[in-house]
Nanobody
Framework: QVQLVESGGRLVQAGDSLRLSCVAS????????MGWFRQAPGKEREFVAV????????NYAEAVKGRFTISRDNAKNTVDLQMNSLKPEDTAVYYC???????????????WGQGTQVTVSS
């Protein structure tokens, strides 16, 4: 059983940068692919970014490509999401999630954090 706790969300202005962090416990962190997802009010949860077990392979949603960067530190059991050039449409609750194999489908992830709110004002 893996427990995930996100942090770093807050209110920012359009164009600002923000770094989200997720710390894992209760499992062998390096066994898991890690993903970031987000859910805006009235919308379904959507894929943001995913990173491989060793950190060498990443993938991003088109909406965030070039602005967001996912990274992980297996020694610290953390996965981060660096978000630059934030836009109002990035406003959402952001979740980190863990899975044994690669996926961008939120329905296929086994472990989830509680989420952290990111609000981008125009």
């Amino acid at each position: 059983q893996v427990q995930l706790v996100e942090s770093g969300g807050r209110l920012v202005q359009a164009g600002d940068s923000l770094r989200l962090s997720c710390v894992a416990s209760g499992g062998r962190f390096s066994n898991y692919f890690m993903g970031w997802f987000r859910q805006a009010p009235g919308k379904e949860r959507e894929f943001v970014a995913v990173i491989s077990r060793g950190g060498g392979v990443t993938n991003y949603a088109e909406a965030v490509k070039g602005r967001f960067t996912i990274s992980r530190d297996n020694a610290k059991n953390t996965v981060d999401l660096q978000m630059n050039s934030l836009k109002p449409e990035d406003t959402a609750v952001y979740y980190c999630a863990a899975r044994i194999s690669w996926s961008t489908n939120p329905n296929e992830y086994d472990y989830w954090g509680q989420g952290t709110q990111v609000t981008v004002s125009s």
